[in-house]
């Protein structure tokens, strides 16, 4: 019996470009920008030989059959690995369906732990491409796996699965930190369908990207994101009522892609300032700091 858990950080993407028009799923994904945080998706795997295949999946302690990912990904490596009982334990740590990346996070750290548990000897970028086009076919994200292999806070330039994509990263990243007020889910998989938003992302959210690459800073960032989020046109009005007060404070906040989720990428003092005003301004609302993860996935521990 093996056992293997890991980390994948939750990402907050501020925009994007939809890049999914190659046959091959290796090669879809977004053109994008967004952080990834120091909190997100721990999965435990034990896979133990047994005469057939069978699965379960746990996410937070309640056992579910609607983790449609994770079943992808688990159907992936059946046909790479010999027959195993095979025990999932998602824990998350950030928000479920609500812009942070959980289902990639999930993907890939499923995907890397059972590679390790069921030594299936893939390399870290095999099994993190079997993540990738589990979350493509799922349509729950484009970039999102790539985001959590890699960490830090970045812009991705070419799309693709982790091997393929290749993206920059912002300088002096130590000193910031990530602000967010989370409200509630909007399904990523509706969103991705929807042929009229997919038409106003693509508008902008590649010229953005080229803006960034060439200079990219976190004030660059959440002007861009901001400007995105607008154009795109999902603004709630709880969104609204934060982005009007933080705006009036000179603090810029923008929409986590996609959630109904208010955040923004600030130095350490602005961060705790921000996070003060809006308990203050709306209270009954818990606005959450965290800092970026500069490491990606990694395995926190494993047993032969």
Same mark, same amino acid.
């Given at each position: &019996?093996?056992?293997?858990?890991?980390?994948?950080?939750?990402?907050?993407?501020?925009?994007?470009?939809?890049?999914?028009?190659?046959?091959?799923?290796?090669? $879809?994904?977004? $053109?994008?920008?967004? /952080?990834?945080?120091?909190?997100?998706?721990?999965? @435990?795997?034990?896979?133990?030989?047994?005469?057939?295949?069978?699965?379960?999946?746990?996410?937070?302690?309640?056992?579910?059959?609607?983790?449609?990912?994770? =079943?992808? #990904?688990?159907?992936?490596? +059946?046909?790479?690995?010999?027959?195993?009982?095979? +025990? *999932?334990?998602?824990?998350?740590?950030?928000? *479920?369906?609500?812009?942070?990346?959980?289902?990639?996070?999930?993907?890939?750290?499923?995907?890397?732990?059972?590679?390790?548990?069921?030594?299936?000897?893939?390399?870290?970028?095999?099994?993190a491409q079997i993540a990738h086009v589990a979350e493509i076919e799922c349509k729950t994200g484009l970039g999102s796996v790539f985001a959590a292999v890699r960490g830090g806070f970045g812009v991705l330039i070419k799309p693709g699965a982790p091997g393929i994509g290749d993206a920059v990263s912002y300088p002096d990243r130590e000193s910031l930190r990530v602000v967010y007020l989370h409200f509630g889910p909007i399904p990523t998989r509706e969103a991705l369908s929807n042929?009229?938003?997919?038409?106003?992302?693509?508008?902008?959210?590649?010229?953005?990207?080229?803006?960034?690459? @060439? @200079?990219?800073?976190?004030? $660059?960032?959440?002007?861009? +994101?901001?400007?995105?989020?607008?154009? /795109?046109?999902?603004?709630?009005?709880?969104? @609204?009522?934060?982005?009007?007060? &933080? !705006?009036?404070?000179?603090?810029?906040?923008?929409?986590?892609?996609?959630?109904?989720?208010?955040?923004? #990428?600030?130095?350490?003092? $602005?961060?705790?300032?921000?996070?003060?005003?809006?308990?203050?301004?709306?209270?009954?609302? =818990?606005?959450?700091?965290?800092?970026?993860? =500069? !490491?990606?996935?990694?395995?926190?521990?494993? +047993?032969?």
């Amino acid at each position: &019996m093996g056992t293997a858990t890991v980390f994948a950080p939750g990402h907050l993407t501020g925009l994007f470009q939809i890049c999914d028009q190659s046959a091959d799923p290796l090669q $879809r994904g977004a $053109r994008g920008s967004g /952080v990834s945080l120091d909190i997100g998706v721990y999965t @435990r795997v034990t896979a133990e030989p047994a005469d057939a295949t069978k699965w379960s999946i746990k996410i937070n302690g309640k056992q579910t059959g609607e983790a449609f990912v994770s =079943e992808n #990904v688990l159907s992936k490596f +059946s046909r790479r690995i010999a027959p195993h009982a095979i +025990s *999932v334990e998602h824990h998350v740590e950030t928000p *479920v369906v609500a812009g942070f990346g959980s289902s990639g996070g999930g993907a890939l750290s499923l995907a890397l732990a059972l590679n390790e548990a069921a030594g299936a000897g893939l390399t870290d970028v095999e099994a993190a491409q079997i993540a990738h086009v589990a979350e493509i076919e799922c349509k729950t994200g484009l970039g999102s796996v790539f985001a959590a292999v890699r960490g830090g806070f970045g812009v991705l330039i070419k799309p693709g699965a982790p091997g393929i994509g290749d993206a920059v990263s912002y300088p002096d990243r130590e000193s910031l930190r990530v602000v967010y007020l989370h409200f509630g889910p909007i399904p990523t998989r509706e969103a991705l369908s929807n042929p009229t938003l997919r038409t106003k992302i693509n508008e902008l959210g590649g010229h953005f990207v080229d803006e960034l690459s @060439r @200079r990219p800073t976190p004030e $660059r960032f959440m002007r861009f +994101s901001r400007q995105f989020t607008e154009h /795109v046109g999902l603004i709630t009005p709880r969104l @609204r009522a934060v982005f009007d007060k &933080m !705006d009036a404070a000179s603090y810029t906040f923008t929409m986590a892609m996609f959630g109904e989720v208010a955040f923004s #990428v600030l130095e350490k003092g $602005r961060a705790v300032e921000a996070a003060k005003l809006i308990e203050e301004s709306f209270p009954g609302c =818990e606005a959450v700091i965290v800092g970026i993860d =500069e !490491d990606g996935a990694k395995i926190t521990s494993k +047993s032969p």
